[in-house]
């Protein structure tokens, strides 16, 4: 009865008001309506308590007491009158939930797309990136002299300069790919959104993927999508457990699952994996575009529902890996939507 | 039944002016109705880039590249029809944004709150915390032999026990102040949102203050909302820079400006330094507090408009240091709210 009277709101809201519009038909524009959220907020999935006598260096902070790590920041937003599944939108290496917000030339991220398209979203930062806390004591044990230099943990930052290819927005820095769609006259702004990154001090799998799985089931029916350097995790959680897990989209993921492993975790929901331009000129990507190709066709083949697609073999050219920040980022949006519509929105009804 | 009073008004409120449903006199409860946002996003300000030979020491990641340092991710929600000045909140020590988001318990946190009376809000991580990059080279180049160990950063994070009493819920862990509101029972989400902290590793004043200032101007008129370790940072971007900056609100400040010092920079906007209960408790706390209370009546002596209010003092008690987070998180705010409108909106008309 609440639903209907929201409804009936929104819809007088419609009528007096064209600005306000915000239904699946609609596709949000460079100057949308207002946006109308049913609720939002953040929390924390999964950490774990860890003791240490390392903690700090400095006199106003007692070296000795507890801390919490490996739990994951969410922060989601749920339009109104939601009747869409929830997407989780996962980011890659170096890099923390702001890949799916405001893009680096000041365009919605998509973030607020799939909010506008009738979603409800959850953005996380990894396990001990960005607002998901790290674990100081090794630093400040080799500092203090109980623990060997070569043993301080190997955090790194991605530079621009390596980025640049990894990235494909060139062969190499700074050359370009022809009619690539990355803004890079807003490039600055991209190399703020990195941050350091303590992935290789922690375990496999990744703690994110734990919390991913409790998230799912929390949330009791997600789409996963993930990137880059977190592709293998949807299909981690769904190995791990497949409940809650409505899909999984992964959007040019380092590593796909064996084609000769075991599948069958993979085989009851659809999966998309996806891929912008230039993969092939790309010694690092081309052989994981290969892998994926082959764990696609062996899914398939074994039953499953999986889908890999290069977006310029579908007529969408000029992509880089940083697909959701690309100038034409808001017409994958679109097209992910369409997909997700068909292949998880229809399919459970 | 609330609910649908709710409803109701909305619908009167869209049928009168469809865009503006969010009005000062409206206070937002545990259910409240849609919130309307014209626009949100997130960005950058400030920022420079750093060459170094140790960024990685892995062999997936380029040794020698650029990195960029010392910029401050923003998080804003404008509301529609928004007349109020926007607020700059700003966290404290060892925490990200986090702070003013949903609190441990699941209450509406204070960054929504403020949109939902019609303020545009803005919500910083500072400098090298949260979505805001460190820099790691210094961690690599000790790991490689190349620093000496003791000159690895001092980097730290603050443990459950010793924060216990810096956050004033009790005089030690695990004591608890009679009557203290911060919700301990959802205690151990509130320790997931404590992260590492590299402040140490930066310079005075720490780059988010010149970041803050950016923003200001941007902003052209915030007022700027500071807690604890960043409370002093308000004061210092106004010694900075006073253009852009509407008023100060800085919520228990580790350091207030000294008494005896340059007061001109706070003479010309309305400062606020406000406090929670078991102050005078706290051999920490209390002699900010009279440190606070010394400058507050120098600078008005000096002709400034600023106040130092405890509150327990004006009849609200049981409040930690977390107060934006206590159980009457939202009375503080409806507080906090009135005092801004009365001092900075009454005062720009």
């Known amino acids: 009865m609440i639903r209907r009277h929201l409804l009936a709101a929104t819809l007088v809201m419609l009528a007096a008001a064209p600005a306000v519009a915000q239904t699946a038909a609609s596709t949000p524009a460079d100057k949308p309506g207002p946006l109308v959220i049913e609720r939002q907020g953040s929390f924390f999935v999964g950490g774990r308590d860890v003791k240490s006598d390392t903690l700090s260096t400095l006199p106003a902070y007692a070296p000795s007491g507890t801390i919490t790590v490996d739990q994951m ?22 890099l923390t ?31 001990s990136r960005g607002r998901s806390a790290a674990d100081p004591s090794l630093v400040n044990s080799v500092r203090l002299g109980k623990t060997p230099a070569d043993k301080a943990p190997p955090i790194f930052a991605a530079g621009h300069e390596a980025a640049w290819a990894i990235f494909r927005f060139g062969a190499e820095y700074p050359q370009v790919h022809p009619g690539m769609r990355f803004p890079l006259k807003a490039q600055e702004e991209f190399w703020k959104q990195m941050v350091v990154d303590w992935i ?3 375990p496999t799998p990744n703690p994110t993927v734990p919390a991913l799985s409790e998230l799912a089931k929390k949330l009791d029916g997600t789409v ?7 592709g293998i995790y949807p299909f981690q959680t769904a190995a791990l457990d497949t409940r809650g897990i409505a899909g999984i989209v992964s959007i040019e993921p380092g590593t796909c699952p064996a084609a000769t492993g075991d599948l069958k975790p993979y085989l ?7 891929w912008g331009d230039y993969v092939d000129l790309s010694s690092r990507w081309s ?33 880089s890996h940083m697909l959701m920040q690309d100038d034409n980022s808001l017409e994958i949006a ?8 068909k292949n998880v929105e229809q399919a459970k009804r």
Request: proline share 6%; with cysteine; hydrophobic share 40%.
């Open 73 to 94: 920041y969410v922060r989601y937003q749920v339009p109104v009158d939601a009747r869409r599944r929830p997407l989780t939108l996962i980011h890659g290496c170096c």
């Open 97 to 127: 939930g702001k890949t799916w917000e405001t893009t680096p030339d000041g365009r919605m991220g998509w973030d607020e797309y799939f909010v506008r398209k009738g979603h409800p979203v959850y953005v996380i930062d990894q396990v």
């Open 200 to 202: 290789a001090t922690l």
């Open 224 to 230: 996963l999508i993930s990137h880059s350097q977190s």
């Open 268 to 274: 009851g929901m659809p999966v998309l994996i996806l």
């Open 287 to 319: 052989p994981r575009l290969k892998a994926c190709r082959e764990f696609a066709e062996a899914a398939k083949k074994a039953g499953g529902r999986v889908e890999n697609v290069v977006l310029p073999e579908i007529g969408i050219k000029g992509n």
């Open 334 to 341: 679109e097209w992910l939507f369409a997909w997700i519509d």
